[in-house]
């Protein structure tokens, strides 16, 4: 069994930035990763200082060198479980033992179900304003009505164009919503959508169910964001009344020996915050080893 300081479940950027802390720390990490990045669909990313449009997987490239030129290991694998006694057991039978393990294994988007949204998604289908709203300035942009949030979407992305439709579908705005798109010049379209039309693999527009097509350039959704804290939960972390699983400022859990950083206990961290939330979480583990005289 390879023993380590910390084993590290999760190489996107809350991971990795862990990682590179507590490397340079000379601790010895371990980061196991399934290669299956919520963002690898997009082409950029945005919102980072100095990575402004850099493809992710090239962002990840980077982590997993710079880790490892510190010293830190990235063990390719998926975590079957994490046992009560700190042993880390992947799907291949490895085993890592860890005296601190944080979890950075982020959350999954589900979308809504309609036809078109799965098979443009990351291309002319998008969720976040602010990883998306520039590139599609000034063009014919669509909010589909499919959760409480997507109001605020239809409010905040007329920042971006003066051309925006509120599609009610699922979730059609009532009359306070109603004026508060009025306010913004948001454009409201009543009745269900059937199905996104398409043309050579882009957005065309937004079909409703009587078959008029509202053209668009650009369709915003508001998936539901699962966290994938299945590990935190079989280990038995607390969980707030908001169900996700409940950290300190640093993203230490109710298990003592268990931190969580990103996505996971944080629905709406980019990469820039859940790298940062990495950091934290690495700093406060490697005094608390130092505290413990490990």
């Given at each position: 069994?390879?023993e ?11 991971g990795?930035?862990?990682?590179q802390v507590?490397a340079?720390?000379r601790?010895r ?6 290669g299956?990045?919520r963002?690898?669909?997009a082409?950029g990313?945005h919102?980072f ?5 850099m493809p992710?997987g090239?962002l990840l490239a980077?982590g997993?060198?710079?880790v490892?030129g ?9 975590v079957r ?5 700190r ?9 890592l033992?860890a005296?601190r393990?944080l979890?950075a294994t ?13 098979e443009?998604w990351?291309i ?7 990883c ?8 014919r942009?669509?909010v ?8 605020h ?5 007329r920042?971006?164009s003066?051309?925006v439709v509120?599609f009610?579908?699922?979730s059609?705005?009532?009359a306070?919503a ?5 306010a913004?010049?948001v454009?409201v ?5 059937a199905?996104l039309?398409?043309?050579e693999?882009?957005l065309r527009?937004?079909?409703l169910?009587d ?7 650009a369709?915003f ?14 280990l038995g972390c607390?969980?707030?009344d908001?169900g ?13 020996w268990?931190?969580a950083?990103g996505?996971?206990i944080?629905?709406r961290?980019?990469?820039?915050t859940?790298?940062?939330?990495g950091a934290?979480a ?10 413990a005289?490990e």
């Amino acid at each position: 069994m390879s023993e380590y300081d910390v084993v590290i479940i999760g190489g996107g950027p809350a991971g990795l930035n862990a990682a590179q802390v507590l490397a340079r720390a000379r601790r010895r990490v371990a980061v196991v990763d399934g290669g299956n990045p919520r963002n690898a669909p997009a082409d950029g990313v945005h919102g980072f200082v100095s990575r402004d449009g850099m493809p992710p997987g090239d962002l990840l490239a980077i982590g997993r060198s710079e880790v490892e030129g510190y010293g830190g290991e990235i063990v390719d694998g998926v975590v079957r479980r994490v046992r009560h006694d700190r042993t880390v057991e992947l799907a291949d039978g490895q085993l890592l033992s860890a005296k601190r393990l944080l979890v950075a294994t982020g959350l999954t988007d589900e979308l809504p179900e309609l036809p078109g949204v799965p098979e443009l998604w990351a291309i002319d289908v998008h969720h976040c304003p602010y990883c998306h709203g520039w590139e599609v300035r000034d063009q014919r942009i669509g909010v589909l009505g499919s959760s409480p949030n997507s109001v605020h979407q239809a409010e905040l992305l007329r920042e971006w164009s003066d051309d925006v439709v509120f599609f009610g579908h699922q979730s059609p705005p009532d009359a306070d919503a109603l004026a508060r798109l009025s306010a913004r010049g948001v454009k409201v379209v009543s009745g269900p959508v059937a199905r996104l039309a398409t043309a050579e693999h882009r957005l065309r527009g937004v079909e409703l169910a009587d078959g008029t097509v509202v053209e668009r350039d650009a369709l915003f959704v508001a998936p539901k964001f699962v966290p994938k804290d299945r590990i935190l939960t079989g280990l038995g972390c607390a969980h707030g009344d908001d169900g996700l699983v409940q950290v300190d400022r640093t993203g230490r859990t109710s298990v003592p020996w268990v931190w969580a950083a990103g996505n996971v206990i944080d629905l709406r961290a980019q990469v820039i915050t859940a790298a940062g939330d990495g950091a934290r979480a690495a700093i406060a583990m490697h005094a608390d080893l130092i505290g413990a005289g490990e």
